[in-house]
């Protein structure tokens, strides 16, 4: 019963029961339009009785909600209430009267022909409510001077801050994407190394990705992955382990087996991309020569025909790894082919339950035919 009951309740959003709670605990900060100001925790007046989780609450969407202008065009859409930058005796500020008709950003103080903030006989005339000289100008003078000095630039340009997040509406995605956006991350392990072979900012990002774009295989796209990040255990590194006898390549004795050599450098690497360009060519019609590096790191133009060169070249790999490594034993051709057909059967159940048969059927035209 009680699973039916709970199955019969609306989806209510985190954010809204959030705000829902916190209504009357932070009225005197604007209630739920604090989430939409650009505020610091140390700066707010807030109730003195306000549950430690919510304070946690406030305090970690202050580090995913928090701006800082940049130009005039940001300047104007700050809003006013609570906000960190403005302050009043070392305190953010709100009015309830103000916000109430409508006062809410920094372009409610600003005259656009003048160029000028408003002066208060202005601004009493064009919001009508109660107010004094000393507060209005005590407002005005919170303004930082950065902003002023903005706000005085002829030229408008337009925002470069994002749209405020909306707690109501707020998704574990959201919150994911954000935080990620506000993390300056170091470049990936392999960005110095790419640098160093010559691939571009636009192809460093290609290869990256590329794992994940030609294939739904997760292991597949691991494996990629580890390659491009220089982290795959090859028997060099598996002896250092002690996982191994000897770091040697099985196929040709007194030479490391690492990456470059189980791919590219080794006389049984050698032959089997020769046999797969054969191959290749012969069922596309094309008339491909793989280099080291696109062989490593894969051929870096995006169109259909690439997706399906890229896929073959890593399960090519994964084949002459999974010889090399694991069974070390001399691959067969025929047995890379065997293995293409079954990733296919593979990609093939995968395009039928997700509905994607078109895409499939695209990709790997050449070779269904066969």
Same mark, same amino acid.
């Given at each position: ?43 707010? $007046? ?47 500020? @709100? ?52 902003? #002023? ?5 002829? &030229?408008?340009? $337009? ?27 170091? $470049? ?12 571009? %900012? ?69 032959? @089997? ?32 025909? &690439? ?11 994964? %084949? ?10 001399? $691959? ?23 509905? #994607? ?5 695209? #990709?790997?035209?050449? %070779?269904?035919?066969?």
């Amino acid at each position: 019963m009680g699973a039916n009951c709970a199955s019969s309740l609306p989806v209510v959003h985190l954010g809204v029961v959030v705000v829902s709670c916190l209504k009357s605990l932070l009225s005197n900060v604007g209630g739920s339009l604090l989430f939409q100001c650009n505020y610091n925790i140390q700066y707010l $007046p807030l109730n003195e009785n306000l549950p430690k989780f919510y304070r946690e609450i406030i305090s970690h969407w202050q580090k995913i909600n928090n701006t800082n202008p940049k130009t005039k065009g940001d300047v104007l859409n700050q809003i006013i209430w609570n906000n960190q930058f403005i302050r009043v005796n070392k305190s953010s500020v @709100f009015f309830p009267g103000w916000n109430k008709v409508g006062i809410r950003k920094l372009s409610c103080f600003f005259d656009n022909e003048s160029n000028t903030l408003l002066t208060f006989t202005t601004f009493m005339q064009k919001y009508n409510v109660k107010s004094n000289f000393l507060q209005y100008y005590s407002l005005l003078s919170a303004i930082p001077k950065e902003w #002023k000095t903005l706000l005085k630039q002829e &030229c408008f340009l $337009p925002s470069t801050e994002y749209v405020p997040l909306s707690i109501e509406k707020l998704t574990c995605k959201t919150i994911y994407n954000t935080l990620l956006n506000h993390q300056h991350f170091p $470049p990936p392990t392999a960005e110095k190394r790419l640098t160093e072979y010559g691939f571009n %900012f636009q192809e460093r990002q290609k290869i990256y990705s590329l794992p994940f774009r030609v294939t739904n295989e997760v292991k597949l796209s691991v494996f990629q992955y580890k390659i491009v990040h220089n982290i795959l255990y090859t028997n060099k590194i598996l002896h250092k382990m002690k996982k191994k006898q000897q770091p040697d390549c099985p196929y040709c004795h007194g030479i490391d087996q690492t990456p470059l050599h189980l791919f590219v450098e080794c006389s049984i690497a050698k032959s @089997f991309w020769n046999k797969f360009t054969n191959w290749y060519n012969a069922t596309c019609g094309g008339n491909i020569a793989l280099e080291q590096n696109e062989i490593i790191y894969g051929v870096l133009r995006y169109t259909s025909s &690439c997706l399906t060169l890229n896929h073959l070249i890593i399960i090519g790999k994964y %084949f002459l790894y999974i010889n090399g490594v694991h069974d070390e034993k001399r $691959p067969q051709f025929k047995d890379f082919v065997t293995l293409v057909n079954e990733k296919i059967e593979l990609e093939k159940y995968i395009a039928i339950t997700t509905n #994607k048969l078109l895409s499939f059927t695209k #990709k790997w035209s050449n %070779f269904l035919s066969n």
